[in-house]
Nanobody, 121 residues
Framework: QVQLVESGGGLVQPGDSLKLSCATS????????MGWYRQAPGKERELVAA????????YVDSVVKGRFTISRDHAKNTLYLQMNSLEPEDTAVYYC??????????????WGQGTLVTVSS
């Protein structure tokens, strides 16, 4: 099993930056890919960015627009999302996700409790 705990959210103004963290514990060696999702009020949860255990990254350009960076520190067992130039449209609960490798038929699919990011002037 894998446990995920997000932190780093808060209230910021447009143009500000935030760095979200996702602490992992448990059977972390089974993680193949981790991602950040977000869910805005009245909208469905959507993928923001993902990173594999090998370091390959993927960004949803329509969401990130060149402003965010996903990274993973294996030594600290922590996933990060650096968010710059935040806009009100970024307001959402941000969730951390961990999944196992489909090539190994892993059933791992873990979620954190979410951390709220509010961007408002």
């Amino acid at each position: 099993q894998v446990q995920l705990v997000e932190s780093g959210g808060g209230l910021v103004q447009p143009g500000d930056s935030l760095k979200l963290s996702c602490a992992t514990s448990g059977n972390i060696f089974s993680i193949y890919v981790m991602g950040w999702y977000r869910q805005a009020p009245g909208k469905e949860r959507e993928l923001v960015a993902a990173i594999t255990s090998a370091g390959t990254t993927n960004y949803v350009d329509s969401v990130v627009k060149g402003r965010f960076t996903i990274s993973r520190d294996h030594a600290k067992n922590t996933l990060y999302l650096q968010m710059n130039s935040l806009e009100p449209e970024d307001t959402a609960v941000y969730y951390c996700n961990a999944r196992g490798s489909p090539y190994a038929s892993s059933n791992l699919d873990a979620w954190g409790q979410g951390t709220l990011v509010t961007v408002s002037s």
